[in-house]
């Protein structure tokens, strides 16, 4: 059996979940609405205040499919209640970024800014000129869009210059040692 896929999915109070036919499930929160089509194939079973993921059989797939689904459920609980957020630095000389009504305008040493759109239900903010926040209720969504903001720029190892993850760690190179 799945360590997590036999966990329940705690509801907690002012969350609605809805199963229709096909495994198509809808979650209401304070946050938000999300709504996700799971394999079909899984079983789920809703009390009123948590939902079970069962599968069918223990073959390799559905066994596969048993902690993903449970997954999935329970990002969408936890998106619509606290939401995501993906913190974002940017180190560099003269490296900057700035909000333009809702798009994000990079400045990170090409000879033009580079702007980026943040796809629906997904909200930046610049704190600090060095610093960006994603915000949103839908995981998946959130981490994308992250993603492509520090694949404009990567963290090189030598000085550690451009877009990285705020707790991500990079391992640095020595430099050329000058001797002959």
């Not at 619509?80 to 970024?97: D, F, P, S, W």
């Not at 190892?157 to 050329?176: C, F, N, Q």
């Amino acid at each position: 059996m799945s360590r997590i896929g036999k966990l329940p999915v705690r509801i907690p109070s002012g969350v609605s979940v809805h199963i229709d036919s096909g495994n198509v499930v809808t979650v209401k929160g304070p946050k938000g609405e999300l709504k996700a089509e799971l394999h079909p194939e899984m079983i789920l079973e809703q009390t009123t205040d948590e939902v079970l993921v069962k599968r069918p059989s223990d073959d390799k797939r559905h066994r596969e499919l048993h902690g993903l689904t449970r997954s999935l459920l329970a990002n969408m609980v936890h998106g619509v209640t606290q939401g995501y957020e993906k913190a974002l630095e940017i180190k560099g000389v003269g490296y900057r970024a700035a909000l333009q009504g809702k798009n994000l305008v990079l400045n990170i040493g090409y000879s033009h800014p580079v702007e980026l759109t943040p796809p629906p239900g997904v909200e930046v903010e610049v704190p600090a000129p060095t610093k960006i926040v994603v915000k949103g209720i839908d995981k998946q969504v959130v981490g994308e869009f992250a993603a492509r903001i520090r694949a404009v720029r990567k963290p090189e190892p030598y000085l550690g210059k451009g877009i990285k993850y705020v707790d991500e760690v990079i391992r640095r190179k020595a430099g050329k040692s000058g001797k002959a």
